[in-house]
């Protein structure tokens, strides 16, 4: 019988150097084939330093893999945007240890009135410990990001574009825009929805492109709120999405429809928004003094493929939507976490032979269920009549817990439920963060393994103990035996017999050590 104590194997980041050729690599070259390709000096070069690229590297140095981040840009982003962490993101960041620094550059509000922009309150109950969003600086959640996946031993190169690659048996070639070519065993595109790298991959990206465009921006504005506020509500009748909303000391976040499909490559001006403003309500409030100024479409396009070979996709070089209900960002940083440990798995050599694919065929059905909602939410901000008539019968049956709840949890990720067989409705889902011996579960996931947590004080992971924790404790607040926890928090097994547990241990992680 096992104690109730918590068990782990030495952390790799004790020796996070190891075998890891942290120096200057400028000048590698390697021919796309042949007996004298150079040898493979990363694992896995990642082409994008966003929220997904830096995190999926953070997730890939937990498992002491050799990451290189390739960023085009020579800066990190100036302009001050603000993006919505999720329940399900923060609770990620909760299980890497992150979360408290983020909260100190973030600020918290309620949990409700997503879905298209319908002002509901949050449903009672929320099965989470962490149930708010989080609102942060764009260049803020990136850089801690990026800081994360630097502490742990990620290497970032900045003014670094990918330019081509070839894959082989081995590896991948990558060819830099300069000409340097880098080896790696893998490449990962994260590099947004024009990905150079999902182009030269050939992978399709259906969908629909942009019909609308809209304006999106934080400034001063030059009267007062009350006068702001009676404006608004009277043109946000008949046009949506139409905002002025205080940020406070005198800055306001706007949004504005376009004019028309423009090029998005070129950022707009503030004399865009002015003429914008005019045009619907016959006054640009004074606005002055932008902090950034962006505009979105409404194009919906999803990768056909994740992964070809030894090529992979994640976040928006996989998926683009519209940016309502604030999922992007959230999506992106929700497919590095699901990705990191399986291809980590796959290099150490334990991973089980189907577990990368397991990646595209839970993530890519998550992606396709964010863009029909976007494309539902997109339709009930129109202000024809048909979509305005559904958005009212909507509002009416939002009153209802269980019709606001559902609508919630899809825009929030908790309802989330990958596919893992048949079993109680917790399988598949991932486990709030509920109160241990050792204080809060997730404190217990702060290194990216799984854990055993046993309510019996019986069973074992026995030879999968370099992979996977124990934990004991028969006050857990769960109410089904044990549960096996896959790295990214979600639920692989439930029971209390050793055999069925040994056969789920194989299933995730591979056979046991001897």
Known sequence: MHSA?????????????????????SGLRSPASGADRAPLMFDVIIAGCGPTGAMLAAELRLHDVRVLVLEKETEPKSFVRIVGLHIRSIELMAMRGLLERILQHGRQRPAGGFFAAIPKPVPKGLDSAHAYLLGIPQPVIERLLEEHAVELGAQVRRGCAVAGFEQDDEGVTVELADGEQLRSRYLIGCDGGRSTVRKLLGVGFPGEPSRTETLMGEMEVGVPQ?????????????????????????????????????DRAEPPTLEDFKQQLRTIAG?????????????????????????????????DAAHVHPPIGGQGLNLGVQDAFNLGWKLAAQIHGWAPETLLDTYQAERHPVAEDVLDNTRAQTELLSTEPGPQAVRRLLTELMDFDEVNRHLIEKITATGIRYDFGAGPDLLGRRLRDIEVKQ?????????????????????????WSDRVDYLADPTAELNVPCVLLRPDGHVAWIGDDQQDLDDHLSRWFGQPAD
């Open 5 to 25: 104590q918590f068990t782990a194997e030495p952390s790799s980041n004790d020796t996070v150097e190891r075998d890891f050729t942290a120096g200057d690599v």
């Open 439 to 463: 204080g809060r579960l997730y404190s217990l996931l702060h290194r990216g393994r799984g854990l055993l947590l046993d309510r019996t004080e019986r069973l074992t992971v026995g030879g």
């Open 283 to 315: 006054t640009d409030f004074g606005v002055h003094s932008p902090r950034w100024l962006s505009r979105f479409g409404d194009a919906t396009r999803l990768a056909e493929r994740y992964r070809v070979g030894r090529v992979l996709l994640a976040g």
């Open 226 to 262: 009350e006068e702001i506020a009676a404006k608004v509500t009277e043109i946000s009748r008949t046009h949506q999405p139409f905002w002025l909303r205080p940020f406070g000391e005198g800055v306001y976040s706007v949004v504005v429809p376009a004019a028309g499909v423009g």
